[in-house]
């Protein structure tokens, strides 16, 4: 099993552009979701969703929109990239939609810089 | 709102020293704790959980132990090897809040041979 795996590894966008992360997972996990990791402040929640089928904003999704695509795929898009979303992105996904034992899997990240 | 507090690092140590990261959280209620660790490149892995008061978390040598009374996860390991140098990131989840995940800022840790 590969587990949690997110593309692009690195990014670079110029102001204004937009892009989609990609995350995908192979655990037939129901819940996913997207963080963001900024130094000092440990991981925020941007977006999850519960089942397929469902999405929810989390602490900080201004800027983003996310779609799951299927049970497997979970994608973040960045409409019009700003300087604040220079961060690293996690992808994570769990089993059992958000129990209070749940256990969450995380991808590898995406490391992006807007300019 | 529920919030986790850990000690600010970076904490560094030599080999085979005794390790200890503080975890203090703020919930209305009894959450589940967690200990995740993010190695250089790397996602985030759990390292260990307790789900209920007095439970104790343990896993690769590390320990943490949920104490209700003073509302504390903390991390401790007897003895550090150079590979337990990481990103430690003490979270919680509390069914009141969405099953949400709130993690604290992570402490970073340098095992120096």
């Known amino acids: 099993n590969a587990g949690v795996t997110q593309t692009p590894k690195f990014q670079v966008l110029k102001t204004g552009q937009s892009m989609t992360l990609q995350c995908a997972q192979d655990m037939n996990h129901n819940s996913m979701y997207w963080y963001r990791q900024d130094p000092g402040m440990g991981l925020r929640l941007i977006y999850y969703?519960?089942?397929?089928?469902?999405?929810d904003k989390g602490e900080v999704p201004n800027g983003y929109n996310v779609s799951r695509l299927n049970k497997r795929e979970f994608s973040l898009r960045l409409e019009s990239a700003a300087p604040s979303q220079t961060s690293v992105y996690f992808c994570a996904s769990s089993e059992q939609g958000g129990g209070v034992t749940d256990t969450q899997y995380f991808g590898p990240g995406t490391r992006l810089t807007v300019l | 709102g529920n919030s986790v507090t850990q000690m600010e690092g970076p904490v560094t140590l030599s080999e085979e020293a005794f390790l200890t990261i503080n975890c203090t959280y703020t919930a209305t209620g009894y959450p589940s704790l967690f200990w995740y660790v993010q190695y250089p490149g790397e996602g985030l892995q759990l390292l260990l959980k307790a789900t209920k008061a007095d439970d104790k978390g343990s896993n690769k040598g590390f320990e943490a132990t949920y104490r209700k009374e003073t509302t504390s996860f903390h991390l401790e390991k007897g003895s550090v090897q150079v590979s337990d140098s990481a990103v430690y990131f003490c979270a919680l989840i509390f069914k009141a809040a969405g099953n949400k995940l709130t993690f604290g800022g992570g402490t970073r840790v340098l095992v120096k041979p």
């Open positions: 969703s519960a089942s397929e089928g469902t999405t």
